[in-house]
Every structure is written in C-alpha cells, then in structure tokens.
C-alpha cells in the first residue's frame, strides 16, 4: 500500500496543479482581452466618442463666444448665428499676441484677425466686443 500512495498524486498536488492551470487559463485570457482591445482600438475609441457629442439644436442666446485660433472657422460661424438672429452679440476673446504681430500692422493676431473677419461678414462693429487681459494691455500701450 505504500507503493500505491507514492506513485498516485495526492489531492494537495491536484488542487496545486488544478490551481496553476486555472491561474494560466485566465492569464491567457486577460491576454487575449487587452490584444483584443489594443487591434480594435481605433472603432472602440470612435464609438466612446460618439457617446460624447451633444447633438442639441441651436437655439436663441444673448452671446456668441469666438475663442483665439481657427480664425478660418469659428469666426464665419458667429457672425452666421448673428446674420439668423439667434445671437445679439459676439464676444472675440484676446489671445496672447505672437511676436511678428506684436511689432505692428505686418501680421495682424488672431484676434484682431477673427474682428475683421467679423465685421467684413456684416457684424457691426457696436455688436463686437473683446474680452480677455490682452484687451486691458493694449489700452494701457495705447495711452502711453
């Protein structure tokens, strides 16, 4: 009898080695799940996007904001909300200035570049206003 019990595994051992190929089973697994997430990463992040966006329709407000940059966008869609009537002023924020348009009329900011591109689309110039600590410099540059 005692040959027997040396030869046969005891339940200590087949619960170890059950244990391990568990423990394996769901490492290769959890592997297969991130390979999986990582190839198909690109619709994944689509689809959590699509979840974000609000698709609200417009409606009326007192202000329209245009933030600095995309001054070939953003500009032409305020002065289209003014043009329909669903806003009664436009606010152009002041950005930093870069440094060529901080020596003068050469290259105009972006600021000043979203204003003029207000006013040629037919905003009047009493319906602009600026905002912004830059709007406070500039006064100050001008009054000295």
Known sequence: ????????????????RLFTGRRIAVILLLAAVVAG?????????????????VSDRVTQSD????????????????AELYKKGLVSKVLVSQVAETRPSE?????PGHSELNRRVLL???????R?????????TRTMKQLL
């Open 103 to 107: 020596i003068g009329t050469i290259i």
């Open 128 to 136: 602009l206003e600026c905002s912004g600590r830059q709007t406070e």
């Open 63 to 78: 202000v329209v904001a245009v933030v600095g940059g995309d001054f070939e966008g953003r500009p032409f869609v305020a």
């Open 120 to 126: 040629t689309l037919g905003v009047p110039d009493e």
């Open 1 to 16: 009898m005692t040959n027997i019990s040396r030869s046969t595994p005891s339940a200590v051992q087949l619960r170890g």
């Open 37 to 53: 997430v990582w190839l198909q990463r690109a619709p994944l992040l689509r689809g959590a996007a699509n979840l974000w966006i």
